[in-house]
């Protein structure tokens, strides 16, 4: 229960407002629950926001996607009481169904923060005892699904983005594929990374994005990427047509690739017809 204050004008008092107040029922977030799957679609809010959680309760939630799938835990508001250890009124988060007694118990105001899982469970244990009014926990779940690279990407002249880490996709392991990108005849292509980071490895061996024309990269391999080895400018190729190759054996979470090409109406002059060009010499 809580105090609801009206402020009112009224020619009455002294400074020309009053107040009034009432008592007004707030209603629990909801029972403690064992698990939920993830409806459709594959997201859920947490608590709704008319809400306020049980003073008392310890909430495991139990999270489960398809089988290829991962899950994205999101916490854009946390509120609890700063207590040493985080001994009570916490909350953890982490792989599988069960809670793992060496996870992190976090409490306190948090900023915004975002975990993915490892596999396609996720579990969120909230342990709350005489939780004083006004501390939430809010987070935001979603399922995310592995990137396939498509058949063929045709350009346009406003741009095509392809986000292999963003927009609910993550890399999934011993990833390998050619993304072919194809623009109409008498066109060129202009490919831009926007993020860049694969593995830590500096011989670009075991995680990588290769970029060359044409269709084969055996026939005609081009410069390797990895790490944070992101180009410095556009990569604008005087070919009508692109491979993009995407190796990654073990994806980090920190793995990040997502590119914009477009089409352009003329060809770099003194660059030969199927060549290609980039500013960066961070490249293997």
């Known amino acids: 229960m809580y105090i609801k204050i009206y402020i009112s004008n009224s020619p009455e008092s002294d400074d020309g407002f009053q107040l009034e107040y009432k008592e007004v029922d707030v209603p629990v977030a909801q029972d403690c629950p064992k698990s939920l799957n993830l409806p459709k679609p594959d997201s859920i809010v947490w608590p709704e926001l008319d809400k306020v959680l049980s003073p008392d309760c310890t909430f495991n939630f139990q999270f489960s996607g398809p089988e290829a799938s991962r899950i994205d835990a999101f916490f854009p508001y946390v509120r609890l009481p700063q207590i040493t250890d985080c001994g009570t009124n916490y909350f953890q988060v982490g792989d599988g169904v069960d809670v793992n007694s060496t996870e992190t118990k976090y409490c306190g105001v948090i900023a915004p923060m975002k975990i993915r899982s490892s596999e396609n469970k996720l579990h969120i244990n909230i342990a709350l005892k005489n939780l004083p009014w006004g501390n939430l926990v809010h987070f935001i779940v979603k399922v995310v699904k592995p990137f396939l690279c498509k058949p063929t990407v045709q350009t346009n002249v406003t741009g095509i983005a392809v986000n292999a880490t963003g927009n609910g996709f993550f890399i999934p392991t011993q990833s390998n594929c050619t ?86 109406l003329y060809a770099l002059e003194l660059i030969p017809r199927d060549a290609y060009c980039s500013s960066s010499t961070a490249y293997r």
């Open 179 to 264: 993304q072919m990108i194809q623009s109409p005849a008498g066109k060129y292509i202009q490919l831009t990374f926007m993020e860049l980071q694969l593995g830590t490895e500096p011989n670009c061996t075991d995680s990588f994005v290769q970029v060359g024309p044409g269709q084969n990269p055996l026939e005609k391999p081009g410069p390797k990427y990895c790490n944070l080895s992101k180009p410095d400018t556009v990569l604008l190729f005087n070919v009508s047509e692109v491979y993009l190759v995407l190796f990654d054996k073990a994806p980090l979470k920190t793995d990040r690739m997502s590119f914009i090409v477009k089409e352009e």
